[in-house]
């Protein structure tokens, strides 16, 4: 589903990613780790099109994506999640998912100048699918509240539930469990399996490795911008060049 091939990041003289091969297959949930500064991040944003390699290639479902901008992405099929939360603070957490959702809205401009009977169907259509998303994320009671004055543990699943509104194929979530304490973690692991039960790719980046072996098929370990081991989530916690760059250094702290 998602290929890449050599990726190469530069920033001036600083390599952020060197020469790194990944691939997130159809229905799997990929997890990537590596201490901070690894280059996690940027290879996230530059898979979803907010930042593009310097060299190599980057392909969803046939189509290459490596010099293509966030909202062709989005389009293709690819949503993701922050480390930093971006949601519409103003906004409630319905109209939240609602923009979400109208990427996928087929209705014109005019359909809905007119109030066509398309219009309001269409729209009766994403207000139902918003709603149950509320719900599977537990969130039903709170869907007419600022998405900004809610808790951090309900902001991180309406994030996850906005990521889900535009109906995608492959998902990537950027350290979705930060902040939470291991309750709220197990939690969303589940949510995370759901993804997979529901036929969705998914590519988790993560420093909680709980979670890690909760919810992942397969494991890439990033370290100065390079992968250093891809395995099984038992077979990466028992590798010694990965304890050394990685595991053991967070076993010590």
């Not at 519409?88 to 109208?102: D, R, V």
Request: proline share 5%.
């Amino acid at each position: 589903m998602l290929e890449l091939r050599n990726v190469t990041r530069q920033f001036g003289g600083l390599l952020a990613l060197s020469g790194v091969n990944l691939t997130v297959p159809d229905g799997l949930i990929v997890g990537l780790i590596g201490p901070n500064g690894a280059g996690k991040t940027t290879l996230i944003n530059n898979i979803s099109g907010l930042d593009h390699p310097t060299s190599g290639t980057i392909h969803f479902q046939g189509h290459a994506i490596h010099r293509a901008p966030p909202h062709q992405v989005t389009r293709l099929g690819i949503a993701r999640t922050y480390q930093n939360i971006r949601l519409f603070g103003e906004l409630s957490a319905l109209q939240n998912l609602l923009i979400g959702q109208h990427l996928r809205g087929q209705a014109s401009l005019l359909e809905a100048i007119l109030f066509t009977p398309r219009y309001r169907r269409e729209e009766q259509a994403l207000d139902q699918r918003a709603h149950a998303l509320l719900e599977r994320f537990g969130l039903a009671q709170v869907a007419h509240v600022p998405a900004g004055t809610l808790p951090y543990g309900d902001q991180r699943r309406l994030e996850m539930a906005r990521a889900l509104a535009i109906q995608p194929r492959l998902v990537l979530l950027d350290e979705p469990t930060a902040g939470m304490n291991p309750s709220e973690t197990r939690e969303l692991g589940e949510q995370i399996l759901r993804f997979k039960a529901d036929g969705l790719a998914v590519l988790v980046i993560e420093h909680d490795m709980s979670l890690i072996h909760q919810v992942c098929d397969q494991v890439y370990v990033l370290n100065f911008g390079q992968i250093i081991a891809h395995g099984t989530p038992q077979t990466i916690k028992a590798d010694p060049v990965v304890i050394e760059a990685y595991l053991g250094q967070e076993e010590t702290e």
